[in-house]
């Protein structure tokens, strides 16, 4: 039997090192991205986002799609927009848009 030399053990040691950090940071971006709290949320308000429909009362919008993150007005048109938490990789928010007589104007679903 041969005995194997000692730098064989220690390249041996340092890839098993490198492919155990290298899992763990896999693990780590899968869960944050994927399946974390703020991922779940964003995925339910994506899917809550395509049963309101434009000229739907606000009431009736809000209960679908629960509390906004943040809320803001324009200027322009006087109407307001409902932000909600998209999942983190989305490049858009999702938004719904209320007017002066209190009818949802628009919807953006967040992409």
Do not use: C
């Amino acid at each position: 039997m041969a005995i194997r030399p000692r730098w064989f053990a220690v390249t041996l040691s340092v890839l098993l090192g490198l492919f155990m950090l290298l899992a763990i940071g896999a693990a780590s971006v899968y869960f944050i991205f994927f399946s974390g709290a703020e991922a779940r949320l964003g995925k339910a308000n994506a899917l809550n986002s395509y049963k309101v429909k434009k000229g739907m009362s606000k009431q009736r919008a809000l209960h679908i799609m629960g509390p906004p993150k943040k809320t803001e007005t324009r200027l322009t048109d006087s109407s307001t927009v409902y932000l909600y938490t998209t999942a983190p990789l989305a490049s858009h928010e999702i938004a719904i848009v209320v007017g002066q007589d209190s009818l949802v104007a628009a919807v953006y679903h967040g992409y």
